[in-house]
């Protein structure tokens, strides 16, 4: 009877210390982060690394604040991903808006724009040259477009928010079609308790 006991001891131990596998919303990238130097909202040059020093991650998003439409849509989105978080998850949690439009992204614009959103989001710009080379890295596709609208020129460019981990990898890349605020919620909460 004792033998039958400590076997069903040892069977409950092991199914409690199993984790259950995450099946991860996003697509899983897992490749390395570009660590890009650029210019924060206030004015301050910044790495990519000094938003992951405290093990947390970073949603990155490239776009520009006279998008009509998919910047402002993506960015509530991430807003709605923090307000899924707790208060000790979202401490961890880093959203950068880089920009790709720099001729008329200023940090000032940007600090007026981005924590409009959600107060500890951050904007980044930088000269085209700079922001060429972290689009490139990132696979970022961007061009202006010759059309002129009420707000100016427009900006085609990626829609994709990456998912960064404190090893300086693109975990998970978010598409239009995959940016569920709950869903990218629970990812982030995997990782952050992993």
């Known amino acids: 009877m004792r033998s039958l006991l400590a076997v069903w001891i040892v069977l409950a131990l092991l ?7 995450h099946k991860f919303y996003g697509y899983l990238y897992d490749k390395p982060a570009y660590d890009f130097e650029l210019t924060s ?9 000094q938003f992951l020093k405290d093990g947390g991650v970073v949603l990155l998003f490239f ?5 009509p439409d998919v910047c402002p849509t993506a960015l509530s989105t991430m807003a709605k991903v923090m307000k899924n ?10 959203v ?4 790709v439009d720099p001729e008329r992204d200023t940090p000032a614009v940007l600090k007026n724009y981005v924590p409009f959103f959600y107060p500890t989001f951050v904007g980044l710009t930088g000269t085209p040259d700079e922001i060429a080379k972290v689009a490139k890295e990132y696979n970022v596709y961007y061009r202006k477009v010759k059309e002129e609208t009420a707000a100016g020129y427009l900006v085609d460019h990626t829609a994709t928010i990456y998912l960064i981990t404190p090893d300086m990898k693109i975990k998970l890349l978010y598409t239009t ?17 992993s």
Request: charged fraction near 35%; hydrophobic fraction near 25%.
């Open 177 to 193: 079609n995959r940016q569920d605020p709950q869903k990218i919620a629970e990812d982030i909460r995997y990782l952050l308790s």
């Open 41 to 49: 909202q206030d004015g301050n040059r910044v790495r990519l690394s």
């Open 85 to 94: 978080l707790s208060e000790k998850e979202r401490e961890k949690v880093k």
């Open 63 to 67: 776009g520009y604040t006279h998008c």
């Open 96 to 99: 950068l808006f880089v920009s």
């Open 15 to 21: 199914v409690s210390s199993c984790k259950k596998e």
